[in-house]
Nanobody, 120 residues
Framework: QARLVESGGGLVQSGGSLRLSCAAS????????MAWYRRAPGKQRELVAL???????NYADSVKGRFTISRDNAKFTVYLQMDSLKPEDTAVYYC??????????????WGQGTQVTVSS
């Protein structure tokens, strides 16, 4: 079993920056892809950024050039550096990790969500 804990959300002015973190703990053998999603009020959840086990990253068009996803494999942690934030980035952000837990196989695990609010 594993669990994810997110941190780093908050309130920031337009043009500001925030850094989200998502740490996994438990009986973890390895982690494949890690990703960040977000859900804005009245909208569907969308993929923001994804990073594979070899470090290849992909981004939603709306955040390219402003957000950077990274990972620390030794700490089972994924980060999302968000720069030049816009009011439309306001959402609850969720991390997801594809975790291979000892003896249990590989499953998706989700964080609890962290609120990011960007004021204009």
């Amino acid at each position: 079993q594993a669990r994810l804990v997110e941190s780093g959300g908050g309130l920031v002015q337009s043009g500001g920056s925030l850094r989200l973190s998502c740490a996994a703990s438990g009986s973890i053998f390895s982690v494949n892809a890690m990703a960040w999603y977000r859900r804005a009020p009245g909208k569907q959840r969308e993929l923001v950024a994804l990073i594979t086990s070899d470090g290849s990253a992909n981004y939603a068009d709306s955040v390219k050039g402003r957000f950077t996803i990274s990972r620390d494999n030794a700490k089972f942690t994924v980060y999302l550096q968000m720069d030049s934030l816009k009011p439309e980035d306001t959402a609850v952000y969720y991390c997801k990790q594809d975790i291979n837990a000892y003896g249990l196989g590989t499953f998706e695990y989700w964080g609890q969500g962290t609120q990011v609010t960007v004021s204009s």
